[in-house]
């Protein structure tokens, strides 16, 4: 499942590689943030033609304003903004919105926070349990079928709860960012990537049959 890239040059060589008509530098762009802004689009339209118009029509904001960017966000920061406006308009046009409330219901299942390490330990957040075959650092957690795991748990969370740890945690948005794009409070925010996180974890642990105490985690730093 593809996900997104980052831009190995710095915004401001990107932006005047635009502004300048280079057409390798807008290809690479579009390489590297098209699977997450096709991700984004699909949860506020549910047809995927639909979406793929919505990425298509962002990318044409994209060289049409190019211009315009005058740096007080990241350009990856205002590149989604035009992606999250085009798919709201589109979804209006559909009759569809997505209400972006932290409601919480106790019913919703999620996972103890006691079953994580603390701040103080060598991994914070970690898993206190783990597989009993596996003891690899935690990067290599993002590779191969775990990595596709956690992206096909995160596709089945409700549109609110997707949206919000699709920003924050697989594209890397600071929180600031998420409220200011989707137009919701910080507390809904963090209520709902809570939600998010607590549902991930619990699919994960899951896969990796977490049964165990993580020793490698568990070890003094």
């Known amino acids: 499942m593809p996900t997104a890239r980052a831009m190995v040059l710095p915004d401001a060589e990107v932006v005047a590689a635009l502004k300048r008509g280079d057409d390798a530098a807008f290809a690479e762009l579009v390489d590297a943030y098209s699977p997450g802004l096709m991700r984004m689009a699909q949860m506020f339209v549910r047809d995927r033609a639909v979406a793929e118009e919505v990425v298509q029509e962002t990318w044409l904001a994209v060289l049409r304003g190019i211009d315009r960017f005058e740096g007080r966000s990241s350009l990856k920061t205002w590149i989604f903004r035009i992606l999250i406006n085009t798919a709201k308009t589109r979804a209006r046009r559909e009759g569809r919105s997505i209400p972006f409330s932290a409601v919480a219901h106790d019913d919703e299942p999620s996972v103890d926070p006691d079953r994580f390490l603390g701040p103080d330990g060598r991994f914070p957040g970690g898993w206190m349990l783990g597989p009993s075959e596996w003891q ?24 609110t709860q997707r949206a919000v740890i699709t920003m924050r945690d697989v594209e890397g948005f600071p929180p600031e960012e998420v409220t200011a794009a989707l137009g919701i409070s910080d507390g809904n925010q963090r209520v709902l990537l809570h939600r998010a996180r607590s549902k991930v974890r619990a699919a994960i642990e899951a896969h990796l049959g977490a049964i165990e105490p993580n020793k490698f985690a568990l070890e003094p730093s």
């Open 136 to 159: 690899t650092p935690e990067d290599e957690l993002l590779q191969g079928e775990t990595r596709d795991a956690i992206l096909e748990a995160i596709d089945r969370l409700p549109d």
